[in-house]
DNA sequence: CCCACTTTCGCAACGCTGTTGCCAAAGTGC
DNA sequence: GCACTTTGGCAACAGCGTTGCGAAAGTGGG
């Protein structure tokens, strides 16, 4: 079997790989060629789902030539990645065989590290969820406590992967840095700052761990759940952010301090927000909501969506949060026709942006979490 | 001597580069492997600039061996796109042979096509601007006659280039179709729309057309010209637009529609704007300009680009435009004390982001243009 | 039923990439 | 003058995708 981890034994025995330091580039060599293709190919395996994909598909897909898809694919049923699943009808010549991606040869733990609730999911690498966990939490309760608690479900899931566990993702709210996996100020928890999260976890869990904001989190869930493009994810719950996705991977800046959405100035001098600017999106549109008014949150959400929308000019936005489930329609409709009316003054050029409420229910955000382990492997980059 | 001629119709003869169709991936084999170290190690020796650059010192930026080193940059002098240049001095062995970029191997042409005024130049390699025509110009004089003037300048240029010419790049202000070439509505000018000037200019003189924005050359021309990481670069002059450079490469979006920042709405219900909408940037910074209150404008502008940092988390703000240099201290500490504040509010966090005057004169845009031919052999991406 | 044709796909040889092992050249420093 | 360091080229090599070719497995016409 093996399954996915001889893969990254295998890759992690490159002895350039990471070796370089400063502002250099990274040259390319026969390795960089190999697992690019590869993960190519595994993405192409793990869209084409259960209906399977065959090799001339890929070959045609990828721009290789069916003797290198041959190839790749042989080394994948080697290790346990790829499997034979039938035939498919004949076009006139020997039917096609069909392949496609062995979901079991590879799991994570996706953990969404909320305010006062801890969700964790275990999934394959399709994406599917096999277990589940979840627990109350109080994020003031103090590093020891917390960590202890997180580390204790995600080892129960941990337990159940088997030993194909490529690792342990987790989606936090607030700023924090990606890179190194350090938590900043927790709104509300000035505890938190500065604590390494994932070098606490990976070293109490003994499996490599990847923090992440919940609103990135999320939308590389999406991406990776089929989401073309680029798009927005717009998180409307207790606070308002974004997680950007251009290009097919998530932007996250040089700081992981990009998406923040709801502290995008609207109103000049307008209402004081919390966070001590006046006329924030977020203060607006938490107003309006508090006020009873949904059609105006939903006005001034679709507001700043359209700044997002001209600024990066992408091709969707999505919504979700506890609060846009509270009147999915209104807000819906409402960012809708803000997008609508900017599209129709751009005239012909101006193709409007879609705007739909985020499929799935409230365990995006644990599931993107897991993504963080997963995507790499289908070539979706990370940082 | 050859020049990057040679090169180009070398990856030109692969077969397989732009054959793929679809929504498929590239896959890549030897030849991708080599034009991208190529193009890295192209691209040291010419941020080195006249210093040169060694062997040694090649392989570790880009973190390919001495030997690969030794091998490419052999093909590259035998091209005559690189030349030895002296030796450094010891540090206890062997005395490094330096190596340089030969500018003269390649030009370009970059065209700023403004709403008066035609501006070309003739640059090498370095970027550096061999030859320079200027001419009035009106742009409403109709499709024909301004193809005419630009052809006959682009040509001038081109004669003076010699043979190895990778094209001419071309700016224009407004909305564009980057990827085909064609213009849409240039505003004021509705007798534009749709007309697909890259492939007229391109009939017209027989070599290779790019056109952009002209924020977007711009943008390129700086990122380029060594400004490193992501930065917005914003033009105020008779409007307000900005190009965005985000991991080294320009972000135009798929339609060319990115950095529409003018529009970008900071008062809601705000004074009407020629666009239709009510409270746009643009309208409310050059009311300001207009009421002679160039703080104000700078604390409007400001606002923008703190919109903008956030959600981009950028780690540069540059300011240009005839505009900004009728009052350049004002907007730049105008647009700082706003992004400084933004910084302080986020604490520990917040590394506030510099502000800085665009470098070089009126010859920006221009010289970014040419950029557009001269970026890809560098390794910039340039879609 | 047979034969020509198409489609799928693997084996073997190949070309080209960067890598490794080795060595010569050219310096420094004791 | 000798030991050592640094630079950098030559040659052999491993591994990538590619090409040439042929076997296997279908369809379809006579």
Redesign the pocket.
């Known amino acids: 079997m093996g399954g996915v981890n001889r893969t990254r034994s295998g890759a992690g025995s490159d002895?350039?790989s990471r070796t370089r330091g400063g502002p250099g580039q990274a040259?390319?060599?026969?390795?960089v060629?190999?697992s690019h293709?590869?993960a190519l190919v595994l993405d192409l395996l793990r869209t084409a789902g259960s209906e399977g994909i065959?090799?001339?598909e890929l070959a045609e897909r990828t721009?290789?030539?069916?003797?290198?898809v041959?190839?790749?694919?042989?080394r994948l049923r080697e290790e346990g990645l790829a499997a034979e699943a039938g035939?498919r009808?004949?076009?006139?010549?020997?039917?096609?065989?069909v392949l496609r991606l062995v979901p079991e040869a590879g799991h994570a733990v996706g953990v969404h590290l909320d305010r006062d609730e801890l969700r964790a999911v275990l999934v394959d690498l399709d994406g599917r969820v096999v277990a589940e966990r979840r627990a109350e939490l109080d994020l003031g309760a103090g590093a020891t406590a917390v960590v202890g608690a997180l580390a204790e479900t995600a080892g129960e899931l941990i337990a159940d992967g088997g030993d194909a566990l490529l690792g342990v993702g987790v989606a936090a709210p607030g700023p924090l840095d990606h890179d190194h996996g350090v938590l900043h100020r927790v709104t509300g928890f000035p505890e938190w700052d500065g604590f390494p999260l994932r070098d606490a976890l990976a070293e109490r869990l003994g499996v490599p761990v990847v923090v992440d904001k919940d609103t990135n989190a999320a939308a590389l869930g999406l991406a990776v759940g089929g989401e073309g493009g680029s798009f927005a994810y717009l998180h409307l719950g207790t606070g308002l952010g974004a997680g950007l996705v251009i290009g097919d991977s998530v932007h996250r800046g040089p700081r992981t301090g990009a998406g923040e959405f709801g502290h995008q100035v609207i109103q000049l001098d307008g209402p004081p927000c919390h966070c001590g600017n006046r006329g924030c999106v977020e203060a607006l549109c938490l107003a309006a909501v508090d006020r009873a008014e949904p059609a105006e949150a939903a006005r001034v959400l679709g507001a700043g969506a359209a700044n997002l929308a001209g600024l990066l000019d992408i091709d969707q936005v999505l919504l979700g949060g506890r609060t846009i489930a509270a009147a999915p329609e209104i807000f819906v409709r409402g960012v809708a026709a803000v997008l609508d009316e900017r599209a129709r003054r751009e005239g012909a050029l101006g193709t409007t942006v879609p705007v739909r409420l985020v499929p799935g229910g409230d365990r995006t955000v644990a599931e993107g979490a897991a993504q963080l382990l997963l995507a790499p492997l289908f070539g979706r980059a990370n940082g």
Chains 1, 2 share one sequence.
Do not use: D, E, H, Y
């Open positions: 002895p350039r040259g390319a060599n026969l390795l060629v190999r293709n590869t065959s090799r001339l721009g290789l030539t069916p003797q290198a041959s190839k790749i694919t042989a035939r009808a004949s076009t006139g010549g020997k039917r096609a065989t």
